[in-house]
């Protein structure tokens, strides 16, 4: 197959094409994350059970683990920039109907612009891959970076907004839309370009051998289990700080901290792993600290915002963690396409148990103490998996 040729490009187009990179990587955390903090708001107008609730976090992870692998086929349709165009559109088509303010259209447009996160997802670390090779570590922290602070951001304004005379919950979620239409409008130049991934950029390799791979079961488990547990606490944060007697909005205000945290990690792990032959410290630390936050939750929660900053910034470092994995566990990029196809596909599946289940638990046993010692011990399973995963070695064929 012959490598894609891309357009020669002036320093003005490519400032545009970063700025757009950045912004897409802006979108596909806070559209979905910040309705927890409405959760309960939500609850009381539509007299939705927890767990039903928990679905409005649930269905985007879902649509992660199934589109995945088909965002590929996408790309090699229609090129990157249309498909990530595509992607865009559905996140603020997905926004727009979720505030219509029935039940019916809160589902069909969380899932909707599920839809369309998972698509940027997939085809962004192609698209950097592809224009900036050079640079993808870089790049990649810095969009990184992007996500976790429009996320946090998003958290934080959510209640403040709904709290608005001239708000509501409806204008409150509806005003997330505003990042996505400016991106779209910066996205546009690049739609003329019809170009095709690279080679083995984002198309999963005919890899059977990394599903029979016990190592990448271990790089699969590390990130699933760290998803899990960041989806939880995403999901139902604000909830269990409200049971605590935090307000809505000093909740909503920790709930932003905590993915501030979770995007300033990418300023420092991928230094770490660069010097280190092993990461098995990194992914050890990782768990360690997540353990910890949960300790200091369950014994001192009125500390809250401290645990969050700690558990922010080792959710950081694991999903950044999984994602170098994909690179330095495989020895072709057709492998680390099939072994990022198949940990978010089996991760995001693992995740999008978790609210629903959180929120049967403490429906079940009345408060939130079981749900939290569950998450504690799932994360000392993340601490094995994370030194297993963390060794030196490459899956081979």
Known sequence: MTPIRTPRRSPAA???????ILLIGANLRGPFTSVAPLLDIL????????????????????????????????????????????????????????????VWPLYLGTLLLGVGIAV??????????????????????????????????????????????????????????????????????????????????????????????ALAWQVT?????????????????????????????????IHGVLQLAGALAGLFIGVVVKRSRSQRTPAALAALLTTLA????????EAALWWMICFGTASGMGIILSLIFFGLRTHTPEDAATLSGMAQSVGYLLAAVGPPVAGLLHDGFGGWRVPLLVCLGLSLLMLVAGILAGRPLRIGR
């Open 120 to 213: 940027g997802n997939v085809l962004l670390p192609s698209l950097v891959k592809r224009d900036f090779p050079n640079n993808i570590a870089t790049l990649t922290a810095a969009y990184v970076v992007a996500m976790g602070v429009a996320a946090a951001i998003a958290s934080a304004l959510v209640v403040p907004l709904e709290r608005l005379p001239t708000m509501g919950w409806r204008s409150s979620l509806g005003a997330a839309i505003i990042l996505p239409l400016a991106t779209i409008l910066l996205w546009l130049p690049q739609v003329r370009s019809d170009t095709k991934p690279g080679p083995g950029a984002v198309a999963p390799g005919h890899g059977g051998h990394v599903w029979r791979s």
């Open 294 to 301: 949960f300790a200091g939750l369950l014994i001192r929660p």
């Open 221 to 253: 488990a590390f990130m699933g289990l760290n998803s899990v547990i960041y989806y939880v606490i995403i999901a139902w944060l604000p909830a269990i700080l409200a049971d605590h007697g935090y307000s809505a909005g000093r909740a909503g205000t």
């Open 14 to 20: 490519i400032a545009i094409l970063l700025a757009g």
């Open 43 to 102: 609850r009381a107008t539509f007299s939705l059970t927890r767990a039903q609730a928990g679905m409005l976090t649930t269905l985007p992870l879902l649509t992660f683990a199934i589109v995945s692998p088909f965002s590929a086929r996408l790309a090699r349709a229609y090129g990157l920039e249309r498909a990530l165009m595509a992607s865009l559109i559905l996140i603020a088509g997905g926004i727009a109907i979720r505030s219509a303010g029935a």
